[in-house]
């Protein structure tokens, strides 16, 4: 019996792991990648009603605020007056576990915000990491798949969790940085918000500048250390940081963070050291500083949580003028992904329920029909063009146009030089960790690489961190008395 990979057609797969692409630097995805899209397509409708990832979360209201000028990179209208103030949705929440899972499992977060802007809705849905665990989006489902309950048992397994990491070297700094003190935060509000992805800020002169959003909480950063007594009732709370966001929000208090971006000059990602589009990588911020460009304040708790912190619906693809995707194949893969989820999840027309409303905005469009929470159109025309008032495209407003660094089509992976894994995630291990940290760190993942079953796993781990830095694969090693061949 063949062992070949097939499609759910019977025909055979060349490559599972790389998407096809428009370019190997960064690269756009193609609509005929048709792996692709059967493979993301399978994967959102797997299970009803929850969500796959994100499940369990917490929302709050409140309002974003300019603090310095941007017109000089960004035409964006809630971004073109210091002091002005633009209405927000938040949602804080777990990646892999389900709705009732624990606040304070070592996971990393959620990290989505909702923009009711004059000109729509913008939605920057990101994380608590600057990072994340893959480069190209066709890999998502099978790292979330290694990383939820396994199919026979139903019971989390950490050896399905660290064969993927340990297969996928690129997975090395989200890992590296899962288990440091900020794997377990004290609370939404000591954590900070990254867009993680590059994208295009495009200024009215239609010039772009690649730029990176960083949200660094007012409240300072705070991590549970399970070492630290003061915390063990606090671990045995699964609600821990959904209680702590309610609770701080109807004391008449706020929650606030200060908003960054990193901003690069267009030309230098052709020529940067790093691939600026990799996932997986940070920008030096020596090379690319924190610019501060407003604040983040939440202040309103939601009325129902269904309504509102279970059917709030974000995707990286709501852009307003001025903001713009970039070439990194994991955002090309998310614009996709979130609102096919969301189409299964809602409905066709989940942007019309009051949470994701635009309502600062008229809509007017030729969707129609589904469930419908709306008058549906009433008696206007449903096809465009058409001679009887309908709405028109706006000539005004067009993406900024940019060149491919090549224009060849396949299956680029995005990292040729392996030991690109291992050198960010190395400065991490030896330049901003203290002693302290290193030493947890080195606790947090022995513990649980005991878990797993397989010492072919545990030694490809830890050989992976041997190539971070020497001295954290051989602690492990000697750690977990397992014998590794680090030649």
């Known amino acids: 019996m063949s062992n070949l990979l097939s499609s759910a057609n019977g025909i055979p797969l060349q490559e599972y792991g790389v998407t096809e692409t428009a370019g190997k630097f960064g690269g756009l995805t193609l609509s005929q990648d048709t792996i692709y899209f059967e493979k993301l397509g399978h994967f959102h409708r797997e299970v009803?009603?929850?969500?796959?990832?994100?499940?369990?979360?917490?929302?709050?209201?409140?309002?974003?605020?300019?603090?310095?000028?941007?017109?000089?990179?960004?035409?964006?209208?809630?971004?073109?007056?210091?002091?002005?103030?633009?209405?927000?949705?938040?949602?804080?929440?777990?990646?892999?576990?389900?709705?009732g899972s624990s606040d304070v499992a070592r996971d990393v977060r959620g990290f989505a915000l909702k923009f009711y802007t004059e000109e729509g809705n913008w939605d920057m849905v990101g994380?608590?990491?600057?990072?994340?665990?893959?480069?190209?989006?066709?890999?998502?489902?099978?790292?979330?798949?290694?990383?939820?309950?396994?199919?026979?048992?139903?019971?989390?397994?950490?050896?399905?969790?660290?064969?993927?990491?340990?297969?996928?070297?690129?997975?090395?700094?989200?890992?590296?940085?899962?288990?440091?003190?900020?794997?377990?935060?004290?609370?939404?509000?000591h954590m900070n918000g990254y867009g993680s992805h590059t994208f295009k800020w495009v200024n009215d002169k239609n010039e772009v500048t690649w730029?990176?959003?960083?949200?660094?909480?007012?409240?300072?950063?705070?991590?549970?250390?399970?070492?630290?007594?003061?915390?063990?009732?606090?671990?045995?709370?699964?609600?821990?940081?959904?209680?702590?966001?309610?609770?701080?929000?109807?004391?008449?208090?706020?929650?606030?963070?200060?908003?960054?971006?990193?901003?690069?000059?267009?030309?230098?990602a052709w020529t940067y050291k790093i691939d600026p589009f990799d996932l997986t990588r940070v920008w030096s911020h020596k090379d690319y500083p924190l610019i501060e460009y407003g604040r983040l304040v939440l202040n309103r708790n939601p009325t129902n949580y269904h309504a509102e912190v279970e059917q709030v619906a974000f995707s990286p693809a709501n852009f307003v003028p001025g903001i713009e995707p970039s070439p990194d194949k994991v955002l090309q893969g998310r614009l996709y992904s979130y609102m096919d989820s969301q189409f299964y999840r809602l409905c066709k027309n989940y942007t019309t329920l009051p949470i994701n409303c635009p309502y600062r905005v008229k809509i007017q469009n030729y969707h129609r029909d589904g469930i419908t929470h709306t008058s549906n159109g009433e008696n206007k025309p449903t096809y465009w063009p058409n001679?009887?008032?309908?709405?028109?495209?706006?000539?005004?407003?067009?993406?900024?146009?940019?060149?491919?660094?090549?224009?060849?089509?396949?299956?680029?992976?995005?990292?040729?030089?392996?030991?690109?894994?291992?050198?960010?995630?190395?400065?991490?291990?030896?330049?901003?960790?203290?002693?302290?940290?290193r030493q947890r760190v080195i606790t947090n993942i022995a513990g649980s690489l005991s878990f797993v079953s397989s010492d072919q796993v545990k030694a490809r781990a830890i050989k992976n961190f041997y190539m971070v830095d020497k001295d954290l694969g051989t602690q492990l090693a000697q750690k977990l008395d397992i014998k590794v061949d680090f030649t």
């Not at 929302?59 to 960004?74: L, Q, S």
């Not at 063990?232 to 908003?259: M, Q």
């Not at 000539?395 to 050198?423: C, I, M, W």
């Open 48 to 99: 009803i009603p929850e969500r796959r990832v994100h499940a369990k979360g917490s929302g709050a209201y409140g309002y974003f605020e300019v603090t310095a000028d941007m017109t000089k990179y960004c035409k964006a209208k809630f971004l073109n007056e210091v002091g002005k103030q633009t209405p927000v949705f938040a949602r804080f929440s777990l990646v892999v576990g389900e709705r």
């Open 387 to 437: 001679s009887f008032g309908g709405p028109n495209p706006d000539p005004a407003y067009n993406r900024s146009e940019y060149k491919l660094r090549d224009t060849n089509v396949g299956r680029y992976p995005t990292v040729e030089d392996k030991q690109d894994y291992f050198t960010q995630p190395g400065c991490l291990y030896r330049n901003v960790l203290k002693e302290d940290e």
């Open 211 to 268: 730029v990176k959003f960083h949200f660094k909480t007012e409240a300072g950063i705070k991590c549970l250390l399970s070492s630290d007594p003061k915390h063990f009732g606090v671990l045995d709370d699964p609600d821990y940081s959904s209680r702590d966001l309610y609770e701080h929000i109807a004391n008449n208090k706020e929650a606030c963070w200060k908003a960054y971006v990193q901003l690069m000059p267009y030309d230098d």
């Open 127 to 189: 994380n608590n990491t600057p990072i994340f665990f893959i480069s190209d989006a066709i890999r998502f489902p099978d790292l979330i798949h290694a990383m939820k309950r396994h199919p026979q048992t139903n019971l989390v397994d950490p050896t399905t969790a660290w064969d993927f990491w340990s297969s996928v070297p690129e997975s090395t700094h989200q890992v590296l940085m899962l288990f440091t003190d900020r794997g377990i935060p004290d609370g939404y509000r």
